[in-house]
């Protein structure tokens, strides 16, 4: 049983900065990926970054050297730092893992979602 608390979502205006933080919670699990996804109503999540624990990296092919994903403070947490926003960043921005849970095996979760509005 994991639980992802996502914090950081907002309304900015273009060319601002935004910080997004997940943090998987439980007992007794091992996240091999953190990431976060986003959606836009009608459309389907696509990809921003993910983590390994292994230290792999991906993002999404629109981030262009715009956002950094990175290790949290907490062991199974990740921090994403986007910068120059635009209009075609608002999305619900969605944290996920991947990962064993003892009692469960593989398992991929979401969490509930974050609401991430540019807008001037």
């Known amino acids: 049983q994991v639980q992802l608390v996502e914090s950081g979502g907002g309304l900015v205006q273009p060319g601002e900065s935004l910080t997004l933080t997940c943090v998987a919670s439980?007992?007794?699990?091992?996240?091999?990926?953190l990431g976060w996804w986003r959606q836009t109503p009608g459309q389907q999540r696509e990809l921003v970054a993910r983590?390994?624990?292994?230290?792999?990296?991906e993002y999404g092919a629109f981030v262009k050297d715009r956002f950094t994903i990175s290790n949290g403070d907490a062991k199974n947490a990740v921090t994403l730092q986007m910068n120059s926003l635009t209009s075609e960043d608002t999305a619900k921005y969605y944290c996920?893992?991947?990962?064993?849970?003892?009692?469960?095996?593989?398992?991929?979760?979401w969490g509930p979602g974050t609401q991430v509005t540019v807008d001037s």
């Open positions: 983590l390994t624990q292994g230290g792999a990296v």
């Open positions: 996920a893992f991947q990962g064993v849970i003892s009692g469960y095996g593989f398992q991929e979760l």
């Open positions: 439980g007992t007794n699990f091992i996240a091999n990926t």
